[in-house]
């Protein structure tokens, strides 16, 4: 099969069209032919030699795919060959085959396509994880949303506005505020050129944000806690603004602020199939009647990955970059 691989740490164009052999099969996976994979920050930072995979999983990138079911590991009953499913993945993602586990993959929900239902796993597994399983995020309450134009922002948006949330964002330019703003936030805070906290406190008339997701780190910490709630809670799910921060603990105490950190990828793959199940009886419903799809910014053949890495690093994208395998 042809997949991509790192030729080693470096700027995007490490990324190399190779052969490699079809992926052989564990008990419980199932092999997917890829229609279409989704590219992600963890890629990037994967090929920057920043973020390692886990032991004993391939060294392809690539987090999520959509595809359908070539063959069946031993012990898989939930699916058969021929099935049309997207999958959470640990890595592989980036090739014409790979293996998954078969309690990481979905149905495709409402009427997606194939390439459609690639923009939709490692995004929607890690907002619903954050935001909703663990910062327990209620209908009414106010949700922040750092980064709000990106893959991760924009699902944040709909899921957020679908289930019933008020949702703020901050976002690098007009034009990604005004996009935001076209996807369901009741309201995106243009950082270069506004205080999100104060807008926050402004529009939520002191009241602050109930729930706050931030993939920034460091350099956000202390005006997350400003900006929060009390009885708030901050959902770290990346530093790509710096890992080592200062805190005054008395703030926490005085809002009695929750602060919560969580990476999806070096999860089990049995706490990921609860995941699955969950976004499959809460989430997968709500495609028939909304529309529920992260904007595609662009697409690109697979051979041509170091292009896709590129605009991912330029940051000018809005909503989820992809790679057409078939």
Known sequence: MTAIEIAGPGSPQVLRAVQRPVPQLRPGEVLIRV????????DVAQRAGKYAPPPGVTDIPGLEVAGEIAALGAGVSAWKAGDEVCALLAGGGYAEYVAAPGVQCLPL???????EAAALPETFFTVYHNAFERAQLRKGEVLLV???????????????KVTGARVLVTAGTDAKCQACS???AERAINYRTEDF???????TAGHGADVILDMVGAAY????IAAA????RIALIATLQGHEAQLDLRHLFQKRLRLMASLLRPQSVESKGRLAQALLANIWPLFDTHELLPPIHARFPLVEAWRAHELM???????KILLDVR
């Open 35 to 42: 229609a279409a994979a989704g590219v992600n920050r963890p």
């Open 109 to 115: 929900p409402g009427r997606l396509t194939l390439r």
């Open 146 to 160: 750092h980064g709000g134009s990106s893959g991760i922002g924009t699902t944040a948006i709909k899921l957020g």
């Open 182 to 184: 076209a996807f369901g």
């Open 197 to 203: 906290v104060a807008v926050v406190n402004e529009v």
């Open 221 to 224: 910490l202390a005006r997350n």
């Open 229 to 232: 709630a009390v009885e708030g």
């Open 313 to 319: 690093e330029s940051s000018e994208h809005i909503g």
